[in-house]
């Protein structure tokens, strides 16, 4: 089995946990907690009657940014080429952990199984992440 989807929209990198100086608490900020959710509902859109893989997993992540408008023409050619990537915020790691954050518990019983991580930061004509997870 494999789960294959795509989100499409400006990609958001985890935020740090944030401390209420008030009440001495800390919490997830807003951003974060609302992209999680879209993630996880773009997986459930796609696989409504999912089940989650309970062996070893293996993750993809393709991350796609928009090709700067600043540009120059030979530079946006070579971007779409995959001869350029982006050397730009969201960090990769950042990527990486809002993304299985939002999928644990759902696709998989917990992080912890997975073993095998690939991901990418490339540019593309539109804005948008493509995850696959499988059992291997």
């Known amino acids: 089995?494999?789960?294959e989807f795509e989100v499409p929209g400006k990609i958001i990198g985890k935020g740090?946990?944030?401390?209420?100086t008030y009440t001495g608490s800390v919490y997830t900020p807003t951003?974060?907690?609302?992209?999680?959710?879209l993630i996880e509902?773009?997986?459930l859109l796609k696989y409504p009657k999912y089940k989650p893989f309970e062996g070893r997993i293996q993750v993809e992540i393709n991350a796609f940014f928009e090709v700067p408008k600043s540009a120059k023409k030979?530079?946006?050619e070579l971007m779409l080429q995959n001869k350029i990537n982006p050397t730009k915020k969201p960090d990769i790691d950042n990527i990486v952990k809002i993304i299985l954050d939002a999928m644990n518990g759902i696709a998989?019983?917990?992080?912890?199984q997975i073993t095998k991580?690939?991901?990418e930061k490339t540019y593309s004509?539109?804005?948008k992440v493509q995850i696959k997870i499988s059992e291997y």
């Open 31 to 37: 951003r974060t907690k609302d992209y999680e959710t």
């Open 117 to 119: 991580l690939s991901v």
């Open 1 to 3: 089995m494999i789960y």
């Open 74 to 76: 030979a530079e946006k």
């Open 41 to 43: 509902q773009y997986f």
């Open 108 to 112: 998989f019983k917990d992080d912890i």
């Open 16 to 20: 740090r946990p944030r401390l209420n």
């Open 125 to 127: 004509s539109s804005e």
